[in-house]
């Protein structure tokens, strides 16, 4: 992939980043979009995060072909600890992980005080968005902007979200399809929750069959069949 051509997804992700903004990309996949941001001059520093050798050193290959070492730095770390405070990080992407996982860095990023609360979060999960979107709220985060897309069959949400004084009280609609999303109910969004729904009612007719069934799971899964289709109504 030429570098100035990210996927629609990983573009979509780097729309959201603030102009000069001093970026970590987490999990940064080849540091495709802190290349690709600085090679747009959209900014001039970034730290790129990998957990793992393979990774890394594809992402300090593209950086080094790229003649971009002096604006970014890869880094072999676990989650937030790619971050120093020397890097004065003002926004923060994590891209194609689960929202467990994604919540989980967050989470131990905070509790090793290398989240501020002044950077601006954008969030790329590929599932478990319910999940994410509730630690946001229990934090304090409120979603300023989001955004559902299709690219090669699969469907991908992008959430925005930045720190506030006051608590943030989400509805469990709202935390199910997106604040901004559910309002917004576009051809992608439409067509991801048939999908799911369709996808419900099978399990629902995969308990109905089955000997035993764990206590409260089919009132569970009625329940999100009922959400999902008066949002669709």
């Known amino acids: ?20 903004a001093h970026l970590a990309d987490i999990g940064s996949d080849h540091a495709y979009l802190p290349v690709a941001l600085v090679l747009d001059k959209k900014i001039d520093f970034a730290v790129a995060g990998e957990v793992v050798q393979g990774p890394f050193t594809s992402a300090v290959n593209q950086v080094k072909k790229n003649n971009l070492s002096q604006q970014i730095t890869v880094r072999l770390a676990s989650g937030l600890e790619a971050i120093i405070p020397e890097d004065e990080i003002t926004a923060i992407t994590i891209a194609g992980m689960g929202g467990s996982l ?6 131990q ?10 950077e601006r979060l954008i969030l790329q999960p590929n599932i478990g968005e319910k999940t994410l979107r509730t630690w946001l709220m229990n934090e304090s985060y409120e979603i300023i902007a989001e955004r559902i897309l299709e690219e090669n069959q699969k469907i ?17 609609e ?28 099978h399990v629902l007719q995969q308990l109905s069959l089955a000997e035993t069934v764990p206590s409260g799971k089919v009132a569970q899964v009625e329940a999100e069949i009922k959400q999902i289709e008066e ?3």
Do not use: H
């Open 231 to 233: 949002c669709l109504a």
């Open 109 to 118: 990023g905070q509790a090793n005080n290398k989240l501020s609360g002044d």
């Open 102 to 107: 994604i919540r989980d860095i967050l989470a």
């Open 156 to 172: 991908y949400e992008v959430i925005v979200a930045e720190k506030v004084a006051q608590p943030i009280n989400y509805s469990q």
């Open 1 to 20: 992939m030429n570098q100035q051509e990210l996927s629609t997804r990983l573009a979509t992700v780097g729309a959201f980043v603030p102009e000069g």
């Open 174 to 201: 709202q935390l199910l399809f997106g604040p901004i999303l559910g309002k917004e109910k576009n051809a992608v969004f439409l067509k991801k929750w048939q999908r799911e729904l369709k996808q419900r009612k």
